[in-house]
């Protein structure tokens, strides 16, 4: 994956799957911290605690049509390459948040590509989900 923008559509892609409705994205960089936080809300059906546990292994997936499910392993991947780590909360009917912690200045750190056009295109393609997106940087 080459920038924080494709992730961000993988990640969204299966929460669409997962029907959601409304879907937050976040990402949130500070100086002082050098951390630059991904964090992905849906009201989706979510994971009960044995799907959450599988559902980074990149051999585990729930589509019919293939058997391996790159989009978690692959974030889990670029998080670990920056120093970062990664939380994966859900539960049946509640939904799931993924949080993606990576170290801003780390030159393994993905760019973020072009976030504006991704969020357009992810409302084009799909007008009843609800999407809420926030670009927060702390410069101090
Ligand atoms: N937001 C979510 N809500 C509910 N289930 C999810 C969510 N995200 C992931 N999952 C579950 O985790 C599995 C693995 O997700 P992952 O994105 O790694 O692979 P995939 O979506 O199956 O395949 P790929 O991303 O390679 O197309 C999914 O098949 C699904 O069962
Ligand atoms: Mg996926």
Redesign the pocket.
């Known amino acids: 994956m080459e920038d924080l923008s494709l992730h961000i559509l993988?990640?969204v892609?299966?929460?669409i799957?997962?029907k959601?409705k409304n879907i937050t994205i976040r990402l949130t960089e500070n100086a002082k911290t050098d951390l630059l936080v991904l964090t992905i809300s849906?009201d989706?059906?979510?994971?009960d605690e044995a799907?959450v546990k599988r559902?980074?292994d990149p051999f585990?997936?729930?589509?019919s049509e293939?058997k391996?499910?790159?989009?978690?392993?692959f974030l889990t991947q670029s998080v670990e390459e920056a120093e970062g780590s990664m939380d994966l909360t859900?539960a049946p009917g509640r939904g799931?948040t993924?949080t993606a912690r990576f170290k801003r200045s780390h030159i393994n750190r993905k760019p973020l590509g072009d976030l504006e056009e991704t969020v357009r295109c992810l409302k084009a393609t799909h007008p009843d989900v609800h999407f809420s997106f926030k670009h927060v940087v702390h410069e101090e």
Do not use: P, Q
């Open positions: 993988d990640i892609e299966n929460s799957r997962a959601a849906d989706g059906e979510g994971m799907h559902s980074t585990f997936t729930t589509k293939k391996t499910g790159l989009g978690l392993a859900s799931t993924v």
